[in-house]
């Protein structure tokens, strides 16, 4: 097995100085650059890890131990910032959503295809073992034929957080949907499979911007069961979000980031890896050293970003959106 380090940088150091302290602090893996247009941040954040920082990413890209690009920018920059990176010979990592637009979202996967580089995004909730637990046991029939599924999220935001670009559709694609319940919508798509038809309501609320603050929608999946989504920042405080799902023989579900529901009409032995990545991270490093794909990769990542855009037009108008059905062929 290959044990060389693998070498990331990080771009956007707001959220991505996080993800500098989870690359330092993974095996395999060494941070050796940072870049943000805010100088400042830059040099604390590279000052911290002992690395060198730069306000214009071209420049990092251009390093010769650079083999993994973290982009952590707002999500309308991605497309641009992946294929700049994809077109250097380095692998991309995405923050959640992959992009804003299915049209850029599509472009960056074919880029980085073309380059031969792997593309990742980084939904978080993939590498919890007991979301592995409710994966398997659905895929193993344990819950028998499904029923519902559900993924709630009611969090606060106050109106500071959208002075910037947050809430706006050219650097957020949306609100509360694409930006925060995204991370629930993707594990209830992996959960639940695709998606046959959307009925979406989105509103705004109780601030003042371009997209929604509230956003709810019920689904008809492909395999027969009905599927919910709600998603807003106009509660008073940030809850647990909640998945869960529920077939004929059993009953999951998540909430706030551990197992809160494993009831089954019989019991079972259950179906495990032995291994499974506990970040984006580790799966990278995992992956460039013994290959495959991410768990996470662009065209699994898109698929939650097609259906919140599906959710948007059927808001819009007011109808029934089917999905495209370009990505649930997978």
Known sequence: MNTKEIGFGV????????RCEMVAGTPGARLVAVADII????????????????????????????????????????????????????????????????EKADRMIEVCKDCGVKLAVDFEQRYFRHNLRIKRAIEDGKLGKLVLGEARMKWYRAQKYYDGWHGTWEMDGGGSLINQTIHWIDLLLWFMGPVETVFGRTGVFTHKIETEDLGAAVLTFENGAIGTVLGTTT???????????????????TKGGELAL???????????PEH?????VEDMVGVLREGGEPIVDGLEGERSLELVRAIYESSRTEKATKRLHRIAGK
């Open 11 to 18: 771009i956007g150091l707001g959220m991505g100085a996080n």
């Open 276 to 280: 499974w990545p506990a970040n984006v």
């Open 262 to 272: 494993w009831e089954f009409v019989e019991k079972f032995e259950e179906n495990l």
């Open 39 to 102: 100088t400042q941040k830059a040099q604390e954040i590279a000052g911290k890890h002992g690395v060198d920082w730069y306000a214009d990413y071209h420049k990092m890209l251009e390093r010769k131990d650079l083999d993994v690009t973290f982009v952590m920018t707002p999500s309308g920059m991605h497309a641009q910032m992946a294929i700049d990176a994809a077109q250097t010979g380095k692998h991309v990592i995405v923050t959640k959503p992959i992009e804003v637009t299915l």
């Open 235 to 253: 509660w008073y405080k940030d809850d647990d979000p909640v998945v869960e799902v529920h077939g004929e023989k059993g009953y999951v579900g």
